[in-house]
């Protein structure tokens, strides 16, 4: 079975702090995701990766940057943590077979709450 | 832009009942369509991938259907069991775009 693992479950930073969220899937996958989910909002895109050194913006990349050196780990960064990125951040990862369009597998999810 | 939603937010029925969730999305020209579960403060899983082509899709209890043209795709469980409470979201790859868009869930409570 696929392995998306995500290094904390729970974080609790204060603001301004620099923040790495880690993520790491087992499975040799192309594609990596981070999103985030809030109550009422849904999911929402925040980076992607289809390749070592490769990544795209999603639909809020504004606070938020990512770094993938390895192709199995897909770190996001919080440059200046701020109140309103308390949320819940999901990681996922797929196999390139057809561009990005398949199969997600996401980890358990990181709460991070800025203080 | 592609809007997916699923209606009822939430939803309780009693244990062994069959029971159906609905997603519906706007635009139709998609890749796919995935369902997906999430247990309370966890990641969430793939449960079934219906390719634009398929009409449905089955896994055990599951049972996924598409109506690209209407926009609609439904989740059919059968035989419910206090296990099956979680939260389900659908979502689709918009063609285009290259998104994948989620809805916002139907919370599922299966009462013993």
């Known amino acids: 079975d696929v392995k998306v693992t995500q290094s904390s479950r729970y974080l609790v930073k204060r603001t301004g702090e620099k923040v790495f969220l880690e993520c790491v899937q087992d499975?040799?996958?192309?594609?990596m995701f981070w999103y985030r989910q809030d109550p009422g909002l849904g999911l929402r895109l925040i980076y992607f990766?289809?390749?070592?050194?490769?990544?795209e913006k999603g639909d809020i990349p504004e606070g938020y940057s990512v770094s993938r050196e390895k192709k199995e780990r897909f770190s996001l960064i919080l440059e200046s943590a701020s109140t309103n990125q308390t949320s819940m951040y999901l990681c996922a990862s797929s196999h390139r077979k057809t561009g990005l369009r398949e199969k997600l597998f996401f980890g358990s999810g990181t709460q991070l709450s800025v203080l | 832009k592609q809007e997916v939603t699923q209606i009822p937010a939430a939803l309780s029925v009693p244990e062994g009942e069959n029971l159906v969730l609905n997603c519906s999305f706007t635009d139709s020209a998609i890749y796919n369509l995935q369902w997906f579960r999430q247990d309370p403060g966890k990641g969430l899983t793939s449960l079934l991938l219906?390719?634009?082509?398929?009409r449905e899709q089955t896994s055990g209890r599951l049972n996924a259907s598409l109506d690209k043209s209407s926009g609609r795709s439904t989740l059919y469980i059968a035989a419910s069991q206090p296990g099956d409470s979680a939260t389900y979201l659908c979502a689709v790859w918009s063609r285009g775009n290259e998104k994948l868009t989620f809805g916002t869930g139907t919370r599922l409570t299966i009462i013993p």
């Open positions: 499975m040799d996958h192309e594609n």
């Open positions: 990766s289809y390749d070592v050194k490769m990544k």
């Open positions: 219906i390719q634009s082509s398929q």
